[in-house]
């Protein structure tokens, strides 16, 4: 199980974010969030997008890809989940917030 | 959740009220062709009986707060009010200074936008402003406003009950401050007229603001209290038929005023039940929010208006709170949303961080408010603040 947390509480968003790696795909994914109703909605949303997702082949490397390892999941910007969710574009900063703490995450040893 | 279909429970009722049947019978009757619907300022008979009303509905007003109907200017709101005390203060004062010195003007930082942001606009045409800081319960100390009184200050402007607190400030005492130093006295009442007792023939107050709709009558109709003292003394912002004694201009919506008049006849006969009533319905609201846990009251626990109440969650998201209670239709104070995140400025003031300010919910009870909405509200409170605390990291 790979964890990564961004944000704080007194900017208005703090994530966490606990994956569980198994093989060459991800397992379970739990998050907890303080945050506006976009947040949750988002975290709820790419936690369910995350459970069952493989690493593209040759990227299955946890901690040696900080980069690239949403990448290698074949998950999306934060752009486009303004556009997949519908939310507001001032939403954005707090979807970084989330985008920050899943590459905490996918970047541990 | 609120089932799709039902309206939630209103518990906004500092924002506005529904207004009372019996006020929409007396309205009506003033608008067809069979009713009162001449225009107060013609001749005839319809004129005169218009005018009648007019007065007679002024003459109610007047007596909700203890004043002469003479001494009465209807207006369109609070908001107008307030902007005729202020802007109409200072104009007479700058007319007066002739430019030699600058009108000074006292007010707090808690005030609704409706008296800052006159008091701002001033400021650009070069006036002074002094915003007094209330202490942490809201409460503006008569001392402040009295060190604060100078040789060039021509107004202090205060509310009686605030707006998002519901905290009443000691008038009495402050218009004491004020007639010492010869200073007139401008009273934002909207929130608190027909819920307290205000008695202008024993308070030293000069000016006060008063709005219809948030005493079950329609929206759209105001007054300003103007002592006969300070009449002199104020300039119109409105210019056009010279009603209202030149003080604002404009044909008199005759409706509106009955409205009025009737909201605050009500409101005087029902006063003592009602604030016995709503008082005891927001001390039940605050106890049981009190009892999920790490509650905060916001402002002063005994010196307040029967029917708002004000409370923090610390550590719970303001705006995630207020989405999930779709079956309440409250205010929150935290004005987070889309497109702002800023804190409630009163909050702030107060010395609320900003994350407990934005997590604040201000609930407002009135007429039609009952206990089995007061239980619902609480549970539906309980219900998000234990989902948010659970996800909360």
């Known amino acids: 199980v790979v964890r990564g947390e961004a944000g704080k509480e007194a900017l208005g968003t703090r994530v966490r974010f606990a994956l569980e790696l198994a093989e060459d795909r991800v397992g379970a994914v739990r998050y907890r969030a303080y945050g506006c109703p976009h947040t949750l909605a988002a975290c709820e949303w790419l936690a369910r997008q995350l459970e069952g997702r493989v690493f593209t082949v040759g ?13 290698a999941l074949g998950i999306s910007t934060p752009l486009e989940w303004i556009e997949r969710l519908g939310l507001p574009q001032a939403k954005l900063g707090r979807l970084l917030v989330i985008e920050d703490a899943l590459r905490a995450a996918l970047a541990q040893p | 959740m609120r089932p799709i279909g039902v309206d939630p429970i209103y518990l906004d009722y500092a924002a506005t009220s529904p207004v009372d049947p019996r006020v929409a019978a007396a309205m009506g009757e003033c608008l067809t062709r069979t009713g009162n619907f001449g225009n107060p300022a013609s001749q005839h008979v319809f004129g005169r009986r218009a005018l009648a009303r007019v007065e007679a509905a002024r003459a109610q007003v007047a007596s ?30 700058r007319a007066r200074f002739a430019g030699r010195r600058q009108p000074h003007i006292v007010t707090s930082r808690t005030e609704h936008k409706a008296v800052l942001d006159p008091c701002r606009r001033l400021e650009k045409d ?63 009442a909207a929130q608190s ?9 024993n308070a030293p107050v000069d ?13 759209g109709i105001g007054a300003l209290y103007v002592s006969p003292q300070r009449r002199a003394e104020l300039q119109p912002l409105m210019f056009g038929g010279g009603q209202e004694r030149g003080l604002r201009s404009g044909t008199l919506a005759v409706h509106q005023i009955a409205g009025f008049g009737l909201a605050c006849e009500l ?9 016995r009533r709503v008082g005891a319905l927001r001390e039940r609201l605050w106890e049981g929010l009190r009892s999920i846990g790490g509650t905060l009251l916001n402002g002063h626990p005994t010196q307040r208006v029967p029917g708002i109440l004000n409370v923090s969650f610390p550590g719970i998201e303001g705006e ?19 497109d702002s995140d800023e804190a409630s400025y009163v909050l702030r003031a107060l010395g609320r ?13 009135g007429r039609f408010s009952v206990g089995e909405e007061v239980e619902q509200a609480v549970a539906a409170v309980r219900r998000e603040v234990e989902r948010l605390r659970a996800v909360a990291p």
């Not at chain 2, 007229?193 to 023939?201: H, Y």
């Open chain 2, 193 to 201: 007229a027909g819920k307290v007792p205000i008695d202008l023939s």
């Open chain 1, 59 to 71: 990227a299955f490397a946890v901690g040696t890809f900080a980069g690239g390892a949403l990448e």
């Open chain 2, 320 to 338: 995630s709170l207020v989405a999930g209670l779709t079956e309440l239709a409250l205010s929150t104070s935290s004005a987070c949303n889309s």
């Open chain 2, 64 to 93: 909700l707060i203890g004043a002469p109907a003479a001494q009465i200017i209807w207006t369109s709101g609070a908001t107008e009010s307030n902007n005729l005390a202020i802007l109409g203060t200072a104009r007479a004062a």
């Open chain 2, 353 to 365: 961080d900003t994350q407990t300010a934005q997590s604040s919910l201000r609930f407002s009870l």
């Open chain 2, 267 to 275: 409101c005087a006969a029902e006063r003592l039940e009602e604030s």
């Open chain 2, 126 to 188: 070069g006036c002074l402003v002094n915003y007094l800081l209330p202490d942490a319960l809201g409460i503006v100390d008569p001392q402040q406003v009295r060190e604060a009184i100078g040789e060039d200050t021509v107004l202090v402007s205060l509310m009686h009950a605030n707006n998002e607190i519901g905290v009443l400030q000691d008038i009495e005492a402050i218009g004491a401050c004020c007639r010492e130093r010869g200073v007139p006295l401008h009273v934002d």
């Open chain 2, 207 to 219: 000016l006060l603001s008063l709005t219809a709709h948030k005493l079950c009558g329609p929206k």
